[in-house]
């Protein structure tokens, strides 16, 4: 190399580091743009209220929407437009506790943990907790709810619970189920619940007939809030 | 079909090489306009091909000493190999980084790659000779040599790939005890390929380093392997869309009732091809700076060279990106025909157009030359149709079983 090539080599570098730090600048809008298919599509299924995606999901007996992320404790979680964090109870905890007496949920800007008990359900002077599915900062409360415990007949619409601001939501969704894998998930619950029912019981539900409401309460009227706890892991 | 074909008796030949018909109802069924074009083109350059071996290179081709590698290396040999590359980048996909989607096009792949590889190989014969004198390059240890890796990775390669397709022939014969151990070994040979794939891909781009004067600066550059072996990765996944989306008009028949999503395998492979064109679109870039050849952005190379920038590499990584965003698998077709060209373009601007740029006699293929090559492409077309209209290849039997048909 001549010494006037080597001069030459400053800018040269110049040039090679400006192009490197463009190219990681311009890196970043594309590949959000690339991958925003998906994105796209989520948001999409947020506008259209939950209902009329449901029956698309149908896991056996129990029905799961495909825009919502199951907890392996029977709650489930949904990315709203405006970044925060739907939660409810899914379809299986619904028609395993049946018709609800009571509902206590956590205080909106109280804190909820992935794993950890938010939400209690009374019948028949028994309690029965609920995990969340996510961690955050409760942002609202369905207080038509709490106060009129049958719009848990509609688990994925009417029915939600609370909405949270969940910063870690990526990470927290790691740990649930969606699309097929809720689905199926949903069918081995279904097959564990299936194995536990009774052979009088059975002629309503193993011939393919859809499970009564309240099915842990048919199973046992004692001790069903056990047989809702072993389901829902608290 | 006739009476005649239905009853005459129903051998394995005539099952599964006749398809289910008589001789004469096979032959009717060849008599189509495009197999009347491919016999063309065969009739005259099969005989080309051996005139070649009998009277040498000066009789046939427009190479001299000067220019040494023409057309059966530029294009059979360096467009051949890199638009064969799909075979490594969909079994690395599948096999290695576990997306059990693309699973369903892995096959296609293979066989295009071991196709591509084949007619590599005969390219090279036709301009190395003496066939017989090939063993030389398996005992003649000429390790400082990037020929030798070259050789000997393709030489590899090809034989992998072999393996790799011999699941499904074998699966067609019906030769379980054999197809069995090689559908388990099917990782540790994936293994191999991409191995063998990344050292003889980027080889062939080591070729040219050595050469600074005589490879317009534009092109050249000391991180080529690197460049290679990048659009190779390219080639592999523009080349599965272009050969899906041919496949699923042409062998229909042989799709009905498989639930594969192929747009979205489509998508998928959208977004690789977009990542990886616009990454190397600022390496290239970078290529240049470092080479110190910004002055040569000058002239009909300067303009040409442009032209593959952009027209070639970022036209085709925008539009990939668009597809892929907005689920226009329209657009992904159209983005992965421009990448081919542009790989196809790349590869011909360095060993031939961009190449020895300041001999005034510049080198120009010989029709013969360009017939061989073309023979050799439509050789390859036809062995993917004949095969994959007999053996599972559009379709894997196990998914078949396992979906409980």
Redo the contacts between chains.
């Keep these: 190399m001549t010494g006037n090539?080597f001069l030459?080599g400053y800018p040269?570098k110049l040039?090679?580091y400006a192009?490197?730090v463009?190219?990681l600048i311009l890196?970043i809008p594309?590949?959000r743009?690339?991958?925003?298919?998906k994105a796209?599509r989520q948001r999409v299924a947020a506008h259209a209220p939950a209902r009329a995606a449901a029956p698309s999901g149908l896991a056996g007996w129990f029905h799961v929407p495909e825009n919502v992320h199951l907890h392996p404790g029977h709650t489930w979680a949904r990315m709203e437009q405006d970044g925060s964090v739907t939660v409810g109870i899914d379809d299986f905890a619904h028609k395993l506790i049946g018709r609800v007496a009571a509902l206590a949920l956590p205080e909106a800007g109280g804190r909820v943990a992935q794993g950890e008990p938010a939400i209690q359900l009374a019948a028949d002077s028994k309690t029965v907790g609920l995990l969340s599915p996510v961690d955050g900062t409760v942002v609202a409360v369905n207080r038509a709810a709490a106060e009129e415990p049958g719009r848990l007949e509609d688990p994925y619409g009417k029915g939600w619970l609370f909405r949270v601001k969940a910063p870690r939501f990526a990470a927290n969704v790691r740990q649930l189920f969606s699309g097929a894998a809720a689905r199926e998930w949903l069918e081995g619950a279904s097959q564990a619940l299936a194995a536990r029912l009774s052979p009088q019981l059975g002629h309503v539900l193993q011939d393919g007939g859809t499970p009564v409401n309240g099915i842990a309460r048919e199973l046992d009227p004692e001790h069903w809030d056990e047989i809702a706890r072993t389901f829902f892991r608290t | 079909m006739n009476s005649n074909a239905t009853t005459a008796p129903r051998t394995w030949f005539r099952e599964n090489i006749l398809l289910g018909m008589s001789w004469i109802d096979y032959a009717k069924s060849l008599l189509t306009p495009f197999n009347a074009i491919c016999a063309f083109i065969c009739v005259v350059g099969i005989p080309l091909l051996l005139y070649r071996f009998y009277a040498g290179l000066g009789a046939t081709t427009n190479l001299s000493q000067t220019q040494p590698w023409g057309l059966w290396i530029g294009f059979d040999m360096m467009t051949g190999i890199a638009l064969a590359a799909g075979g490594f980048t969909i079994g690395a996909a599948v096999e290695i980084f576990n997306l059990k989607d693309y699973h369903a096009i892995e096959r296609p792949a293979i066989l295009t790659g071991f196709l591509g590889y084949l007619m590599a190989v005969v390219g090279l014969i036709a301009d190395l000779g003496k066939p017989w004198n090939m063993v030389g390059i398996f005992t003649y240890n000429g390790t400082r040599s990037v020929l030798f890796e070259v050789a000997w990775c393709v030489a590899c390669y090809t034989t992998v790939l072999f393996l790799e397709f011999a699941v499904p022939l074998f699966e067609w014969l019906g030769m379980k005890r054999f197809y069995q151990p090689l559908r388990k070994a099917l990782l540790a040979l994936t293994v191999l390929s991409v191995m063998f794939s990344t050292m003889h891909q980027s080889a062939l781009g080591s070729l040219f380093i050595i050469a600074p004067g005589k490879l317009y600066p534009l092109w050249w550059s000391q991180w080529i392997y690197a460049f290679f072996f990048i659009t190779a990765v390219v080639a592999g996944i523009s080349m599965v869309i272009v050969e899906s989306a041919i496949s699923h008009r042409v062998f229909h028949a042989q799709l009905v009732g498989r639930h594969v999503d192929a747009d979205a395998l489509t998508?998928g492979l959208a977004?690789a091809g977009?990542?990886v064109l616009?990454?190397y679109f600022?390496l290239k870039?970078?290529g240049v700076?470092?080479a110190?050849a910004w002055g040569s952005v000058k002239g009909f190379l300067g303009a040409w060279w442009l032209v593959e920038m952009l027209g070639f590499i970022l036209l085709p990584a925008l539009l990939?990106?668009y597809g892929?965003?907005?689920?226009k698998v329209k657009a992904v077709r159209v983005a992965a025909v421009i990448a081919v060209l542009g790989i196809i373009v790349n590869r011909l601007n360095v060993s031939i157009i961009a190449w020895d740029y300041a001999n005034p006699n510049h080198y120009v293929p010989s029709w013969m030359e360009i017939w061989v090559s073309l023979t050799l492409v439509t050789i390859g077309v036809l062995a993917f149709r004949w095969i994959v209209n007999r053996m599972p290849v559009l379709h894997d039997p196990a998914d078949l079983a396992a979906a409980g048909h």
Excluded: C, P, T
């Excluded at chain 1, 743009?33 to 298919?37: L, M």
């Excluded at chain 2, 892929?324 to 689920?327: D, S, V």
């Design positions: 090539e030459s040269a040039m090679e192009l490197a463009g190219y890196f594309f590949w743009y690339v991958q925003g298919a796209a | 998508l977004k977009a990542v616009f990454a600022f870039l970078q700076i470092d110190h990939y990106a892929a965003r907005n689920r």
